[in-house]
Every structure is written in C-alpha cells, then in structure tokens.
C-alpha cells in the first residue's frame, strides 16, 4: 500500500491559503511525495469554520481546490474503525481533535497537525 499521510484541519486552511510556509519543511517535502487525505471531521470542522466566520471560504471549495491543486482526498476508508479507535482516545472533549486523531490511528497514517494537544496525546502526529 502507498503512503498515506493524514491533514489537520488547519493544515488544510494554511494549504488552501498558499502559506505553505508555515509548514515545516519535513511535512512540505513529504506532501510532494505522498497522497494526502483528510478525514471526514475535517470537512465538518471546516463548515463550522465558515459558518461562525473564522474562515470565509466553504469546506466545498477549500476541498475542491486542493483536489485541484495537490490531489487531496476526503478518506474513504470504512469510518466505523475510526469510531471504535475514538472511544479509547480520552485525552480530550474536542469531538474533532478526537475523530481526527483516532482517524490516523485506526487507519496507521501519520497526521500532520500543529496542535500541540493532539501532537502529545497522538502517536501518529507529527510536525517536525
């Protein structure tokens, strides 16, 4: 199987942005040699973004976009395994930090986030 690396949502809003350089190089590099994916919370975090103004763009669009632009796909992979993974990720009350993150556990994919929270708690995160 291919290498599949899993985005945070606010990897998607910087991508969709064009500040790519906010991402470290590490995670830039291996976004030029692998396909990338979101989990499906990502495209509901990015509505709710839109919806309270925090972004001003659709999730529609942003994906579409990136679709366009670097290949990204919304995960298609059976969602049920990632549910079983989030009931042991108790390290959080953020329904999208622990869907996300049990998202890339379930599915052994390596999850590019920042967020220092799901970096600590989540093995498969990385950002350097």
Not at 2 to 24: K, R, Y
């Amino acid at each position: 199987m291919e290498a599949v690396i899993a985005l945070d949502t606010h990897v998607v809003v910087w991508l969709h942005a064009g500040e790519v350089s906010l991402l470290p190089e590490m995670v830039r590099g291996r976004l030029d040699g692998e396909d990338a994916v979101v989990c499906p919370l990502v495209v509901l975090e990015l509505e709710y973004l839109y919806e309270i103004d925090r972004i001003t763009i659709p999730a529609d669009t942003i994906l579409a976009d990136l679709a366009a632009d670097i290949g990204l796909e919304v995960c298609s992979r059976p969602f049920v395994s990632t549910l079983r993974e989030s009931l042991k990720q108790k390290w959080t009350r953020d329904p999208f930090d622990r869907i996300i993150s049990a998202h890339a556990v379930a599915n052994s994919m390596d999850l590019f986030s920042k967020d220092e929270s799901i970096l600590k708690n989540c093995e498969r995160a990385f950002w350097r």
